[in-house]
């Protein structure tokens, strides 16, 4: 499988936004529908997700995925790690959009664990993307533990919160997922950090 370093995904979002003019909030509902295909997949007759989501741009795809999973039939609870206030433009406009759905957006609070956690059928891991680089700590490492403790399936979006996408290497803490969407095509580091990543799915967001 084809496997790229983080630059060279990076590059790739620069390109289609600033050479093809595509919108950076297109990349978003392409990359959040796949996700969203690929936790149905997974799903099969079941029907609660919980979707754990950051305030980048890896939370805004998994904000554009609650929308379609909502869409699909699939009873949804999203929890949203980190202030409103930090949110991204993007990951904002959708933010919007699913409250004008009626679809409540929870705010992880320290200590208390999220509502119903251990009796969804799918945890989908938005919180980080493919640029973290520093360790994880505070309430982003109390999440990804509860999500590892709850022995659920998870589905990662791009990479598994906690994993640097170039190395393999677990940045204090890292989710153990069952699949993992990666966009593009898969990261250098997965193939070190297998038990981490889970299956790789590689979906495109509308370019190549």
């Known amino acids: 499988m084809k496997s790229i370093s983080v630059k060279e995904a990076q590059a ?3 390109t289609a936004q ?9 990349l978003m509902e392409n990359a959040g529908r796949s996700v969203a295909c690929e936790a149905l997949k997974m799903l099969g007759k079941k029907k609660k997700v919980v979707i754990v989501c950051g305030v980048g741009n890896n939370g805004g795809d998994g904000l554009v995925a609650a929308r379609h999973l909502l869409n699909a039939g699939i009873k949804v609870e999203v929890c949203l790690v980190g202030k409103i206030s930090k949110l991204k433009s993007d990951p904002k406009t959708n933010l919007k959009i699913l409250k004008k ?13 999220v509502a119903g956690f251990h009796e969804v059928n799918l945890i989908i891991d938005a919180l ?7 360790n994880v700590r ?3 490492a109390e999440v990804i533990e509860r999500i590892n403790k709850s022995k659920k399936p998870v ?4 990479v598994p919160s906690g994993l640097n996408a170039d190395t393999g290497r677990v940045l204090g ?5 069952k699949n993992t969407v990666s ?7 997965f193939s070190k950090a297998r038990q981490y990543t889970g299956k790789v799915v590689v979906r495109d967001i509308g370019i190549v």
């Open 12 to 14: 790739f979002d620069q």
């Open 18 to 26: 600033e050479k093809l003019g595509i919108p950076s909030i297109i």
């Open 101 to 113: 759905m009626g679809q409540e957006v929870k705010i992880w609070k320290p200590r208390r664990s």
């Open 128 to 134: 980080f993307g493919i640029g973290l680089k520093s």
């Open 138 to 140: 505070g309430p982003y």
């Open 155 to 158: 589905l990662a979006v791009d």
């Open 173 to 177: 803490v890292a989710v153990k997922a």
């Open 183 to 189: 966009f593009v095509a898969s990261k250098k580091g």
